[in-house]
């Protein structure tokens, strides 16, 4: 089955500073990624669409100079978390819409827990 | 409004039970998904049911679709302690361009 990377699974920085996350999908082509952020206990909320080759589309409420994505290749996106804050500690989860049409499922990764010191 | 909203919030039950976890949601959609998700790990995609389908089946999970009343629900038969997770609806709605939005989701506690 599809397979999408995350890395790191967690990573701890200082405020001010900026933290890359990868999302890779190993066995096929995205030409689509969406990138989440959870709260605890709380549900998925989508903060961009990436798109292969061209600019991110955000989500309303999401500060694009402070969530940077690109989407390089068919088979990576990153999100940069800039001069990160304490609030911005979270869960933050990648997907990859699958070649099936339609009507396939969102492929995850395994999440990114960040948190700022 | 929110997309997706199951209830109840949480279950608990014990091994062998059934589990039925409802979702509700307000657009018309091309399809709905159910997801799981274990503590702090990404999800897994369990079942997409499309919006002209009204019942699928998966091993011991059956959803069922109700467009005119904009719910689903998925039932986890027989369960067992593994099941324990949070499950999420998704739907994807008509004209988004594949962006699901999640419900709030179900805490699932099984107990041995």
């Known amino acids: 089955g599809a397979v999408v990377s995350q890395h790191p699974s967690w990573v701890i920085c200082k405020s001010g500073t900026s933290v890359k996350i990868e999302c890779r999908s190993l066995d096929f082509q995205a030409t689509t990624m969406f990138w989440y952020r959870q709260f605890p206990k709380q549900s998925l909320m989508l903060m961009a669409t990436?798109?292969?080759?061209?600019?991110?589309?955000?989500e309303q409420g999401v500060e694009k100079d402070k969530f940077l994505i690109n989407h390089a290749s068919l088979t990576l996106s990153t999100l940069t978390v800039t001069s990160a804050h304490p609030e911005d500690s979270s869960f933050y989860i990648c997907?990859?819409?699958?070649?099936?049409?339609?009507?396939?499922?969102?492929?995850f990764g395994n999440g990114t827990r960040l948190t700022v010191t | 409004s929110q997309q997706g909203e199951e209830d109840p919030q949480a279950l608990s039950i014990q091994e062998g039970e059934n589990a039925t976890m409802n979702c509700s949601y307000k657009?018309?959609?091309?399809?709905l998904q159910w997801y799981r998700q274990n503590s702090g790990r990404g999800l897994v995609h369990l079942i997409l049911?499309?919006?002209?389908?009204r019942e699928k089946h998966s091993g011991r999970l059956r959803v069922t679709l109700d467009t005119s009343k904009k719910s689903s629900s998925l039932l986890i038969t027989a369960s067992r302690a593994a099941d324990t997770a949070s499950y999420f609806c998704?739907?994807?709605?008509?004209?988004?361009?594949?962006?699901?939005?999640f419900g709030k989701g179900t805490l699932l506690t099984v107990n041995p």
């Open positions: 990436s798109n292969e080759g061209s600019k991110a589309t955000y």
């Open positions: 998704a739907t994807d709605a008509r004209g988004s361009n594949y962006k699901l939005t």
């Open positions: 657009t018309s959609i091309n399809n």
């Open positions: 049911i499309r919006s002209n389908e």
């Open positions: 997907s990859a819409k699958g070649q099936g049409g339609d009507n396939s499922p969102l492929h």
